[in-house]
């Protein structure tokens, strides 16, 4: 909560003014960033945890950046160093990649990889290439420090492409391919971000108010996600074929039968098939009539087929899937749903679902 002065550029940035959600500020004065300042740099961060050790410390990763982080994927350059690939949950935000500057081989220790390292932020051109433009104090005249805590500023300052609120990001198990979920942004081509970037109808966001988001997918070069320089392309604009017939409709892998919108999380199983969530609009009306409740589908990352899997319950998002460690079980997150239990017994809450086949077979 601010209060008693303007917002500063850095909080306008990050979203930090007027009461929270939870007022928390009300009961402990920690959270009144009037008298502290400095509380929500303590937030935004990427924390490791040791599920097998209840004893251990978590881990805040600082080198990895300071946003509304979605997931971190983590993958391997061809020289043995470790690349985590990040979206930055905002209207108008960017995806940026972590380097470390160590290489790690089975069996090494870990220590330091997430810790010493450079943080890149995309750059995506018109003509389907792109770069990763490095966030140092020499392109940005920021120190480092500065550079971490406020990573989005840092973007800004390397004129980085603003993106449809990049949220999960998954990569093909098999090859160097990565897929960035660009869930929606109303803003698109209407306003610029928080910190007063552009937002042009233009490359991997091509829809002004988008409603609906869209999958971008790159390859680095020499299929090496070391690489500085990238190609890329759209996986999927999710649309509605049935209310409109231009770019709204979406791409051509979208059809009445698979329709959805506000891709969120992804996550690709060990066969290379990539498996889609949803959080958006479930009224059924309007724009996004005939799309029903949020969904998980599966696409096929070679032909472009899309599927829808399951529904949720109307208000759930469906969030965060894993599978057992014989691929036999799939777990889905099932978010915040709406209205009462059929029974009515009381609100509904949030639950993780498990899915298998009849007779045991792998499901991914």
């Not at 093909?172 to 990565?178: F, K, L, T, V």
């Not at 979208?254 to 969530?277: E, V």
């Not at 309007?286 to 949020?294: I, K, M, P, V």
């Not at 036999?328 to 639950?351: E, L, M, T, Y």
Request: charged share 20%; aromatic share 10%; hydrophobic share 35%.
């Amino acid at each position: 909560m601010v209060t008693e002065r303007e917002q500063t550029v850095a909080e306008k940035r990050y979203g930090i003014g007027g009461e929270s959600n939870y007022l928390y500020e009300k009961f402990d004065p920690r959270f009144d960033i009037s008298t502290e300042p400095n509380e929500p740099h303590r937030h935004g961060w990427v924390t490791e945890i040791n599920p097998a050790d209840p004893t251990s410390t978590p881990v805040k990763h600082t080198a990895l950046g300071r946003f509304k982080h979605e997931n971190a994927e983590r993958v391997q350059a061809a020289d043995g160093r470790i690349v985590v690939y990040m979206g930055d949950d905002e209207r108008g935000e960017f995806i940026y990649k972590y380097v470390s500057n160590g290489t790690w081989a089975e069996g090494q220790p870990t220590d330091g990889l997430l810790s010493d390292g450079t943080l890149y932020v995309a750059k995506f051109n018109t003509d389907q290439t792109g770069q990763w433009l490095a966030l140092t104090p020499e392109t940005t005249g920021m120190s480092l420090e500065e550079i971490l805590v406020f990573s989005r500023m840092a973007g800004s300052k390397v004129d980085a492409t603003t993106m449809d609120r990049p949220e999960w990001i998954a990569c093909h198990p098999a090859r160097a391919e990565a897929y960035c979920a660009l869930t929606n942004n109303s803003r698109r081509g209407v306003k610029p971000n928080a910190g007063g970037d552009a937002t042009p109808v233009e490359g991997p966001n091509p829809r002004e108010a988008n409603e609906y988001g869209q999958i971008v997918r790159w390859r680095p070069q020499g299929g090496d996600h070391g690489a500085m320089g990238f190609e890329w392309d759209l996986y999927v604009m999710a649309g509605n074929p049935t209310v409109h017939s231009d770019a709204y409709a979406g791409s051509p892998n979208i059809n009445a039968g698979n329709m959805f919108n506000s891709p969120d999380g992804m996550a690709f199983d060990s066969t290379g098939y990539l498996w889609i969530q949803t959080d958006g609009e479930d009224s059924n009306e309007g724009d996004f009539a005939g799309q029903g409740n949020n969904q998980m589908l599966v696409g096929n990352a070679d032909t472009g087929e899309i599927a829808r899997f399951l529904t949720a319950p109307n208000g759930a998002e469906v969030t965060g899937l894993c599978w057992s460690a014989d691929r036999k079980v799939a777990f889905v997150g099932i978010q915040h749903p709406g209205g009462s239990w059929p029974d009515g017994a009381g609100k509904p809450r949030s639950s993780v679902i498990a899915v298998w086949r009849e007779g045991g077979a792998m499901i991914g």
